[in-house]
């Protein structure tokens, strides 16, 4: 199983990003897809999660700026980031967990940090200057 992460970059606060994911060597349509991010000197945090319905939650911090989303035929996933902020600031990783798992675990995979999550990409940073 292979998730390739990109999109991230260096932007000033208010400005926007698109992270895009990858997946290869899975059935794509069988997991759940999050995106989860870890700043300097913090905890890995979850920030957004979708499931094989489209089904999505998020972080409270990102609610009304981001938007998860994904493409089933591209075996794609996709973080739009709007009015980002220097709190936005950290690398930002793709993660697949099975949709068993994701279905019974719903309501505390943003808490769990990514604990369940079994296969990981690389990560992108993204930067938000002040």
């Known amino acids: 199983v292979r998730l390739v992460e990109s999109g991230g970059g260096s932007v000033q606060a208010g400005g926007s990003l698109r992270l895009s994911c990858v997946a290869s060597g899975l059935t794509y349509s069988r997991y759940c897809m999050g995106w989860f991010r870890r700043a300097p000197g913090k905890e890995r945090e979850g920030v957004a999660i979708?499931?094989?319905?489209?089904?999505?939650m998020y972080l409270d911090a990102v609610k009304g700026r981001f938007t998860i989303s994904q493409d089933n035929t591209k075996n794609s996933l996709y973080l739009q980031m709007n009015s980002l902020q220097s709190e936005d600031t950290g690398m930002y990783y793709c993660?697949?967990?099975?949709?068993?798992?994701?279905?019974?675990?719903?309501?505390?995979?943003?808490?769990?940090?990514?604990?369940?999550?079994?296969?990981w990409g690389q990560g992108t940073q993204v930067t938000v200057s002040s």
């Open positions: 979708i499931d094989v319905d489209d089904r999505t």
């Open positions: 993660a697949a967990v099975g949709s068993q798992y994701c279905r019974g675990a719903w309501s505390t995979l943003l808490r769990q940090r990514g604990a369940g999550f079994g296969y």
